[in-house]
């Protein structure tokens, strides 16, 4: 079982759904998300590194302070045993792109939390908020509790943005491919192995937020795993 899975060890649905504020609630269709592996175990390792980011689209630094999404680009602290691809496409939309690159960082942020077994983290409190951020935090905190960890290669693929309201409030979903993605224990270093299957692959479909820095929040989130859109021969 992965450490991001916690469908089976709960009992729940594969699909949770919540009820989006009322600001979006004739536009968006929200949920919390509950991310899961269907063959895969977690691992950490101890030498950390800069994960791969989104090659998609590079923001130059500003000499500003500022956390503006338009002048600093995160780093995301993984363990040696982690990497990641982003697969990521200019869609033309200069919205749809912001909200699409900073989708993608919600994603490394939310592996970087679960190696490091901390959600408080400055790349998830700068890429997550509201619901969507209080789960992560519970939900790391109990893989943590239980001495697992995350380990492997994380593939992100077919973003896509349904939908924007006032260009402040989005709706957007993508692919994980955690085929060689595993859980971890954190004691031994034993990787929990499983066969690759359908299940592996699992689209999320989420709700964002514009913060007053220019970031994209996600708020809400919800996941199914074996999707026809995301599962790959």
């Known amino acids: 079982m992965h450490p991001l899975d ?17 600001i979006v609630a004739t536009a968006l269709t929200a949920t919390l998300l509950l991310t899961a592996c269907a063959g895969g175990d977690g691992s950490s390792g101890g030498d950390a590194k800069a994960a791969k980011t989104d090659q998609a689209q590079s923001r130059t630094p500003s000499p500003s302070a500022s956390l503006s999404a338009e002048s600093t680009t995160p780093v995301f602290a993984l363990p040696s045993d982690i990497d990641t691809a982003v697969e990521r496409h200019p869609t033309g939309n200069a919205t749809k792109d912001g909200i699409l690159r900073d989708v993608a960082y919600s994603a490394q942020a939310r592996l970087e939390a679960f190696a490091k077994g901390d959600a408080q983290t400055a790349n998830m409190n700068r890429y997550f908020a509201a619901q969507a951020l209080t789960y992560w935090t519970q939900r790391v905190a109990a893989v943590r ?29 993508y692919c994980e491919d955690q085929r060689k993605a595993y859980s971890k224990e954190i004691k031994t270093h034993k990787v929990l192995r499983t066969e690759p299957s359908d299940t592996d692959f699992i689209l999320i479909t ?28």
Do not use: I, M
């Not at 916690?6 to 009322?22: F, I, N, Q, R």
């Not at 809400?220 to 790959?232: G, L, M, N, P």
């Open 6 to 22: 916690d469908l089976h060890s709960h009992g729940e649905p594969t699909l949770k759904h919540y009820t989006p504020p009322a």
């Open 145 to 173: 509790k239980d001495g697992l960890t995350v380990t492997g290669h994380y593939r992100f693929f077919n973003f896509a943005v349904t939908d924007v309201v006032n260009t402040k409030t989005a709706a957007a979903r």
């Open 206 to 233: 989420l709700q964002a937020a514009k913060d007053s820095h220019g970031d994209w929040q996600v708020t809400r989130q919800s996941w199914k795993k074996a999707d026809r859109s995301c599962v790959q021969g």
